[in-house]
């Protein structure tokens, strides 16, 4: 490369106002120096700074404008240092320090955390709430602002925590609306994500995510809205006092290889180029295999034709996962063979850990995703393969595919980031965001209120709604159940099913005390009627579902390979096992809950309170604090074995996670460590992993 004739070419770009393709330029510049290990010229600087790459300004080369630039721009982010931000962060930063409420539309690797993270340091708000889409995403986040500002906050991720004296929320929007009525007023509430709260990016859980805005933007005096790759937003209750701002301000760049014309659908093919991207290098590879039979595709040419490699960290978790989930499970010689899967059905601690070898030099070097790659977790490689061009049963959109390219590349990791295209990627287009109130919300909304945003229609269904239930409940009972947002699912039809069957046939619904039967033979009628309330809807056979959750009544009892074995003759395999404990505890456990606020609230004097059997459920019938401690990346398995050991009684009802953190942090790790008995090598990974996520030291 001859950097003085490209620092030419990138300074007659940005003369000319075509920034983006001068960064672009840039970028690839500063990747040349990195990989030929050379110092930065004089010029070179310049051009950062002219660029707005603020970060990227060395300066042991930059003159005394530069290295001014590169001062007066770094900012307090809660850490021992402090960092320079680029241009646009710097900007959208200071507009939050002056009070606006922003929605932004950036890169991926724009670094929004910096701008969150500096707004809490330097602000010092009393209540921050984050929204998030994904639980991994909960965690991630958690254990950023942990490290930075656990000692002045109280970080809160889920369901029944008493709030601190000052607190930082982080929660998907399931768990963000039981909070509405706690916290009296929000300094600024978070959405990342935010475009999920549209159904045509999120159909199943938009309606939760709009409820979740409109109850706690009430309280907010400020908003700050993050979104990729959005052109416009219309104008709506939801965005009203905001400012739209779409930011195309890269730090990376994306180099597409669109292998896709050579392989011209050949699937063998295909195939084989997988094969030779994976083989070229030990780079970090993201591979989107878009469907679950995907990843089965990809895992089975990767296990046919690529070797075991020796590392020990490998080696000692493959050994791990034999041990405690199923020696048959596909995921084991994958792990053997460097690669890891994520999805959205496995255990959180899994998915959480993989993630971390993933990170780590000695780990796992690639991960097959479906979409919960792009909307889960904030992770990142250098080499990013596109094996499908769909999304599930849906081709892929342009916007979910942006998203997909931009998890390539890393500030000051990756200045490059390498995108194989094997599959024809979706037009290019303009991604426009409508929010809108959809059906699935509107009886939980005031019509008088949002009149002005409301259509005729959607007024009349409000209006039928409440007149429905309230004849069935009363109008009194109706409106505290609404108030109180005892409803955990947004099936208003569900609802209305339930009551009036209930109104109407109230023989049928006797005996729901034996959920509270401490043997599960006597669920069984009871589980049946309940899934039979959405035919359909669950995706799986009554029979097998209601086998799995008797079964799965002994989690805390039995370890999974036992439950494994109880499940054999209903042919429940271990992936089939992340599945229906997903369904069961948050689905079911939602439907469960629902059946149990409109019972009690029809029939007072002979409604059986089943909430102790929901409770149960919606921790996979673990005790509560296991459950939970799972999502700080502590695994079931080492929860059992730590128990009624040194200061751990996990049956303790009153152990809430927050106790048992704080036990956690006055043993130390070490000490947590040695309590184990036989530990396993990985164990010790675990521990450490979970001890640098509450922010202790490390162990040796």
Known sequence: MNVFDECGEVNELLHAGRELEARNALIRILAFHKSENRDYPPVLNRLIRNAGLYPYLKVETASWQDRMVFDA????????????????????????????????????SFGKSFIIDSFISLNNPDNVVI?????????????????????????????????????????????????????????????????????????????????????????????????????????????????FVALDFNTVFLEKKELY????????????????????????????????????????????????????????????????????????????????????????????????????????????????IIEGVNSSAENVILWKNKNGTSKLTDFDYKNIIGRGGR??????????????????????????????VLNDIDEARFR?????????????????????????????????????????????????????NPSEWAGLNYLNS?????????????????PGAWGVEYRKFVEFVKVLSFNWINPIPRLLDGLAQSNISVEMFFKLERLATYKLAAVMNDLNVIQRSMQPTKGVDISPFVARLSHAFLPSCVYQLEEYGLPRMISKRLNKRGPFNFEDPELTVHKALELFAQLGRQKTIDLLENTHPFDRYILNYFFDGIGTERAS
């Open 73 to 108: 721009f770094k900012v307090d982010v809660g850490g021992r240092e402090a960092v320079t931000l680029h241009r646009e962060q710097a900007n959208i930063l200071k507009r939050l320090l002056n009070g606006e409420s922003l929605a932004i539309s950036a890169p991926t």
């Open 131 to 243: 929204i998030v889409p994904t639980l991994a995403l909960t965690d991630e986040t958690r254990r950023r602002l942990q490290r930075k500002f656990g000692h002045r906050y109280k970080l809160i991720t889920t369901s029944d925590v008493s709030l601190g004296e000052k607190n930082i929320l982080v929660f998907p929007q399931e768990r963000a609306i039981g909070y509405a009525e706690l916290l009296e007023q929000i300094d600024i509430l978070i959405v990342d994500e935010f475009y999920k709260a549209s159904p045509d990016f999120d159909e199943e859980r938009a309606s939760v995510l709009i409820r979740a805005i409109l109850k706690l933007s009430e309280k907010a005096k400020q908003k700050y809205y993050l979104a990729p790759n959005i052109s416009h937003i219309n104008e709506s209750v939801f965005t009203r006092g905001m400012e």
């Open 261 to 372: 014309k050579e392989i011209k659908g050949d699937e063998k093919k295909k195939g084989e180029y997988l094969l030779q991207i994976l083989g070229a290098g030990s780079e970090k590879t993201l591979i989107y295999a878009g469907t679950y039979s995907g990843i089965e595709e990809v895992s089975e040419l990767i296990l046919e034709h690529t070797e075991i490699i020796g590392s020990g960290l490998l080696k000692d978790f493959a050994d791990w996962l034999g041990r405690h989930y199923s020696k048959d499970w596909q995921l084991i010689p994958l792990v053997q063979r460097a690669t890891g899967i994520h999805n959205g059905q496995l255990h959180r601690s899994l998915s959480q850990l993989q993630l971390s070898l993933f990170e780590d030099q000695k780990g796992l070097t690639n991960i097959i995703s479906t979409s919960s």
């Open 411 to 440: 500030m000051f990791k990756h200045f490059i980031g390498k995108i194989y295209i094997l599959e024809s990627p979706p037009r290019e287009e303009d991604t426009e965001l409508n929010l809108t109130f959809p059906d699935q």
């Open 452 to 504: 002005e945003d409301l259509s005729a229609d959607q007024i009349s269904k409000i209006i039928s709604y409440r007149e429905e239930m309230s004849l069935l409940f009363g109008s009194t009972v109706f409106e505290e159940l609404q108030k109180k947002n005892l409803f955990q699912t947004s099936n208003h039809a569900l609802l209305r099913k339930i009551a009036g069957d209930i109104r109407n």
């Open 518 to 534: 401490a043997s599960p033979e006597d669920w069984t009628r009871l589980l049946y009627k309940i899934l039979r309330l959405q």
